[in-house]
């Protein structure tokens, strides 16, 4: 029952095609998953700079306070209230194709360093709503802020000019199905060989059994052997 790399090695030189047929159906049922199953992720991201209007800024103190209120504009923003109201500003058109509890769940702001720069990312499978969310969400941010924290000052740094297509995953995710494919029938071969105690060679029955060989007895093919006779006796003649 005992594995070794030797024993390993001779499993997969043995059973190679195998594996590797193996590991290309997996990789075939990856690769079609992620082209015909999974659907291409698009996503924008803007920024915009928000701060309370009656903090100095002008001051060490007053910069310090507005960056850290940054982090409370942030998690005043990510509020259902927020993306309802996201919700209700955006055109007809990309209300069929949506909803706010999509909105909020596709949607992550951030600050950008230390500063008090927010970064607001939207993603989406439907392409066409990426940009017109985006713009609408940036439009609603300083009417959310003024109504929570009073007079605010909102400024848009960079605009959603365009989207992007999310990373490809598909190389990887078949390289993985690829590698999981041929471990698998690896290990099923490796088990299978471990639950075979049918004697081979006299050097398995000593390996397995430590007992010495007296001899051991030849297999005979009578049809071989006939053959073998009848070839001879042609020859003589």
């Excluded at 927020?82 to 909105?103: C, G, H, I, N």
């Excluded at 598909?170 to 471990?183: D, E």
Aim: proline share 3%.
């Amino acid at each position: 029952m005992n594995i070794s790399i030797e024993k390993i090695t001779r499993i997969i030189k043995k059973n190679l095609l195998i594996i590797l047929a193996v590991a290309l159906l997996f990789f075939g049922g990856a690769f079609a998953y992620m082209k015909l199953l999974v659907a291409p992720r698009y996503f924008t991201t803007a920024e915009f700079y928000a701060k309370d209007t009656s903090i100095d800024t002008s001051t060490s103190q007053g910069l310090n306070a507005t960056r850290a209120q940054a982090d409370t504009f942030i998690i005043m923003l990510e509020t259902d209230n927020f993306f309802k109201s996201v919700y209700e500003a955006l055109p007809d058109d990309v209300k069929e194709k949506t909803t706010w509890q999509s909105l909020k769940t596709s949607s992550s702001f951030g600050k950008i360093g230390e500063t008090e720069v927010i970064q607001v990312s939207f993603v989406s499978t439907d392409e066409s709503i990426v940009i017109p969310v985006t713009n609408t969400i940036l439009a609603c941010v300083q009417p959310h802020l003024d109504v929570t924290f009073g007079d605010c000052s909102c400024h848009i740094v960079d605009s959603p000019s365009d989207y992007s297509v999310s990373s490809n995953r598909t190389t990887i995710v078949c390289l993985v199905a690829t590698v999981i494919g041929a471990l698998l029938v690896l290990a099923i071969l490796v088990i299978r060989d471990m639950l075979d105690v049918r004697i081979r060679s006299a050097a398995v029955l000593v390996q397995r059994y430590n007992v010495p060989i007296l001899g051991i007895i030849p297999e005979f093919d009578p049809e071989k052997i006939k053959k073998k006779e009848a070839a001879e006796d042609g020859k003589e003649q």
